[in-house]
T-cell receptor
Framework: DQQVKQNSPSLSVQEGRISILNCDYTNSMFDYFLWYKKYPAEGPTFLISISSIKDKNEDGRFTVFLNKSAKHLSLHIVPSQPGDSAVYFCAANPNTGNQFYFGTGTSLTVIP | ETGVTQSPTHLIKTRGQQVTLRCSSQSGHNTVSWYQQALGQGPQFIFQYYREEENGRGNFPPRFSGLQFPNYSSELNVNALELDDSALYLC??????????FGAGTRLSVL
């Protein structure tokens, strides 16, 4: 049972434009969410996180939005750069445990 | 400060064999988690170790076992390998902040 879903396997965006990556979850016990970026032959790299007490968190070009009522979060990258081309995973952590649940990933391609 | 390192990077085993994967945690981190990532999937939680004790386990059979050592490095052992165990195995360490930092993984192929 996939509790964290990334329904878009791939996304292509022009350099300089906004990239929006989406993630949905089903478990209402999730209260902490993270985004990771993964290049081929490397492990996932932490990008940005958000706690359920917030609805937005920014870090430079990266902003994560959380809509708890819709059980939806999104990662915005502005402006997108070719170096952002990677697979992006969202992950969620419940307030009752230490397990991280990952989505299946979205492959972002930023076209120069 | 060193990051999370895993060894070996690649491994080929045959069905029924046993395998041990190793992970050195990031400096200052006392918690290690192991994940299995099958092709086209996200990482799936196997288990976590905190101060040498198992601290949570995902939906994996008992033939997946682990250890954490006093220096917080860790091992993942898999007995009686099956073809479906072929995957990328990721180790992540974490400290006081609830952020997991990953190694590059060990690619296991079971033939």
């Amino acid at each position: 049972d996939q509790q964290v879903k990334q329904n878009s396997p791939s996304l292509s965006v022009q350099e300089g434009r906004i990239s929006i990556l989406n993630c949905d979850y089903t478990n209402s016990m999730f209260d902490y969410f993270l985004w990771y970026k993964k290049y081929p032959a490397e492990g996932p790299t932490f990008l940005i996180s958000i706690s359920s007490i917030k609805d937005k968190n920014e870090d430079g070009r990266f902003t994560v939005f959380l809509n708890k009522s819709a059980k939806h979060l999104s990662l915005h990258i502005v402006p997108s750069q070719p170096g952002d081309s990677a697979v992006y995973f969202c992950a969620a952590n419940p307030n009752t445990g230490n397990q991280f649940y990952f989505g299946t990933g979205t492959s972002l391609t930023v076209i120069p | 400060e060193t990051g999370v390192t895993q060894s070996p990077t690649h491994l080929i085993k045959t069905r029924g064999q046993q395998v041990t994967l190793r992970c050195s945690s990031q400096s200052g981190h006392n918690t290690v988690s192991w994940y299995q990532q099958a092709l086209g999937q996200g990482p799936q939680f196997i288990f976590q170790y905190y101060r040498e004790e198992e601290n949570g386990r995902g939906n994996f059979p008992p033939r997946f076992s682990g250890l954490q050592f006093p220096n917080y490095s860790s091992e993942l052992n898999v007995n009686a390998l099956e073809l479906d165990d072929s995957a990328l195995y990721l180790c992540a360490s974490s400290g006081w902040a609830n952020i997991q930092y990953f190694g590059a993984g060990t690619r296991l192929s079971v033939l």
